[in-house]
Nanobody, 126 residues
Framework: QVELVETGGGLVQPGDSLSLSCAAS????????MAWFRQTPGKEREFVAG??????????SDSDSVKDRFTISADITKNTLYLRIHTLRRNDTAVYYC?????????????????WGPGTQVTVFS
């Protein structure tokens, strides 16, 4: 079993930057694929970015709402996944979730991830 807990959400203003963290515990996740999704009310979870623990580069959504403003990283020594969001916009308001998958394959659809954190709320307002 893998447990994931996200932190770092909050109230921010447009143009700000924000860093989210996801702490993983339980069984070893070093071979896992990790991902960040986000969800707004009434919509499905949207893939934002994915990474493997020992990789230095991430895989990102090609959505215009995500492209070039998000940076995913992972520190295996701390079992912690990160998401840096730059130049926040109002439509970045969402609950952000981290997810894990055991075979190391990054998928962009939520149904392929068996492990999820409870999420952290990011609200962008002015």
């Amino acid at each position: 079993q893998v447990e994931l807990v996200e932190t770092g959400g909050g109230l921010v203003q447009p143009g700000d930057s924000l860093s989210l963290s996801c702490a993983a515990s339980g069984r070893s996740v070093s071979s896992y694929a990790m991902a960040w999704f986000r969800q707004t009310p009434g919509k499905e979870r949207e893939f934002v970015a994915g990474i493997r623990w020992r990789s230095s580069s991430g895989y990102y959504s090609d959505s215009d709402s995500v492209k070039d403003r998000f940076t995913i990283s992972a520190d295996i020594t701390k079992n912690t996944l990160y998401l840096r969001i730059h130049t926040l916009r109002r439509n970045d308001t969402a609950v952000y979730y981290c997810a894990a998958r055991g075979d190391g394959v990054i998928h962009t659809r939520e149904k392929f991830y068996p492990y999820w954190g409870p999420g952290t709320q990011v609200t962008v307002f002015s």
